[in-house]
């Protein structure tokens, strides 16, 4: 087996994390900027996290022969103070050009309010400026339809924006189809206690096909699993679905959309 975990948050796991999804077949890790567990009071301490992110970490992931790529952004939990983001996105241009840098992610919106959403343009409009692929954070439970729905309008508003080149993740049931029917990526994250479970995953699989769409961990502080995405593996197998099946969904897809930017190169 191998495939590509395409949106997990190292900086908050321990290194025999590598080591089991190394183990398991993963051939590279992508990494979206996060929220920390706590609101980030200044700039400075966002472009230490963006160092953290573009330097640090790929050096760790290499020791165990990974290649680390990453995203950057303010994530939408600390996007309510305006001023903030502006001088935290103003860091970021001179950091796209950093060898391992994806693109703008992951964006999106947290409780839907209004500053989230201007933050969430701002973003969009920096993404579209740059030429940059977007990975897109959907909110919680009872809130994510409506943000779904939020979100895309802001995407569609911007006639610079290709929905081929922006991944719309934590998709679940009741929102897949709209990102999908839209031309949009959708990417469902392996949760053991909210978003998907591997059944919930394979049955949206099974339900909606395998075209333009991912299975990530997103692994992080809270509870959660970094081999999320091989144990969904083992889920299809289970049900029968072939060999090339199951590599389509966790490798194919995942290289397919993030290789639309040329610094995503692996050896595999």
């Not at 590279?28 to 400075?44: K, L, M, Y």
Request: charged share 25%; with cysteine.
């Amino acid at each position: 087996m191998r495939y590509i975990e395409p949106h997990a948050h190292m900086v908050s796991r321990v290194t025999q994390d590598y080591t089991d999804m190394a183990a398991a077949g993963c051939v590279a890790v992508c990494e979206p900027a996060f929220w920390a567990g706590f609101d980030r009071g200044s700039a400075a301490g966002f472009g230490d996290y963006f160092d953290q992110l573009t330097i640090h970490e790929p050096r760790r992931a290499a020791k165990f022969g990974l290649p680390h790529f990453c995203w950057l952004c303010l994530n939408p939990k600390e996007a309510e103070d305006i001023k903030l983001a502006e001088d935290v996105l103003a860091l970021i241009p001179d950091l796209l050009n950093r060898p391992t840098v994806l693109g703008i992610g992951e964006i999106g919106l947290n409780k839907n309010s209004r500053n989230e959403l201007r933050v969430l343009e701002m973003h969009v409009d920096l993404a579209a400026t740059h030429n940059q692929l977007i990975l897109v954070h959907t909110p919680h439970l009872e809130d994510k339809l409506k943000g779904t729905r939020l979100i895309l309008d802001v995407l569609k508003s911007d006639r610079r924006i290709q929905p081929e080149r922006c991944i719309i993740d934590h998709v679940e049931e009741h929102t897949v189809k709209l990102v999908l029917e839209q031309g949009f990526w959708a990417g469902m994250t392996l949760y053991p206690e909210s978003k998907c479970t591997a059944a919930r995953s394979v049955d949206i699989l099974e339900c909606y096909g395998r075209e333009r769409i991912w299975m990530n961990s997103a692994c992080d502080w809270g509870v959660s699993v970094p081999l999320a995405v091989p144990y969904a593996a083992l889920e299809m197998r289970k049900r029968g679905h072939s060999a090339e099946v199951i590599d389509q969904v966790i490798y194919e897809n995942p290289k397919r959309f993030l290789s639309q930017n040329p610094r995503f190169k692996i050896a595999v």
